[in-house]
């Protein structure tokens, strides 16, 4: 039995924020709805709202909405939606919420009898604080699914990929995993720095997405054909 199949998900983060997290969680979940899994995303914590009538909306959540084909209530998929665009931690000071892990891990568990498969995406970084005590990494450990890591591929990518490397694995979880994302359409060593990357990183590359200004959740989904092998699909 595959990885995913015995735990039912997986836990997307990235180097850094805005390297392109959502667009690979939303063409995870679009390739396994494409193998015909019942597949849902969620987003425990997002930050930056925009107001669309009586409700606040972040693009993040709706982008995993639009490419599952499960149905979640938002307060399963979104737990706290946070209208400050800033580190999740100052936001929920600003707003006064606290982000209670415990919480997520319930709204997690009640979406996975939902679905085949669930697939997580991190706020910002791996390490990113949510409130005075817990980092992002603390959802993902209290989940413990396997890691999916979206490198942007940019100056400064290698040391911040291999340092989440070193931290994923501080808290017992593996990487399944990583996606580059050539998310700078003028950085002249982009393809030295994904082989830098794949002699390094000790999981195995499963996609490289070139620079687009307007990359689709599907057009993304087909060019991640590594991870299929380890969901049995093939």
């Known amino acids: ?8 998900g997986l836990f997307v983060t990235g180097t ?5 997290k959502t667009l690979v969680a939303s063409a995870l979940i679009r390739r396994f709805v494409q193998h015909g899994l019942r597949t849902a995303g969620m987003k425990p914590v997002a ?61 997690y568990r009640q ?10 995406e991190g706020a910002g970084g791996f390490m990113v604080p949510l409130n005075e005590g817990c980092n992002s990494d603390d959802v993902a450990a209290s989940l413990g699914l396997p890691m999916v890591l979206v490198v942007g591929i940019r100056l400064g990518c290698l040391n911040h990929a291999l340092l989440t490397q070193v931290a994923i694995r501080a808290k017992g979880l593996s990487l399944l995993g990583w996606v580059a994302n050539e ?7 982009g393809a030295a720095m994904i082989a830098s990357l794949a002699q390094r990183l000790e ?9 687009s ?12 054909d590594g991870v299929v092998p380890d969901c049995g699909l093939r």
């Open 16 to 20: 850094d924020t805005g390297v392109g």
């Open 203 to 211: 999981a195995p590359l499963l996609g490289r997405l070139p620079w």
């Open 1 to 8: 039995m595959s990885t995913i199949a015995k735990s039912g």
């Open 111 to 120: 979406i996975a009898g939902m679905a085949d498969v669930v697939v997580v």
């Open 213 to 224: 200004p307007a990359m689709s959740a599907d057009q993304a989904a087909r060019l991640l």
């Open 47 to 107: 930050s930056g709202a925009v107001r669309h009538g009586h409700q606040w909306r972040n693009e993040d959540v709706d982008a995993l909405r639009a490419a599952a084909n499960v149905e979640v209530p938002e307060r399963l998929m979104n737990p706290f939606l946070l209208r400050r665009a800033t580190a999740p931690h100052i936001a929920a000071h600003e707003e006064g919420v606290r982000i209670d892990v415990v919480h997520l891990k319930q709204c």
């Open 183 to 189: 998310i700078d359409p003028a950085e002249p060593y």
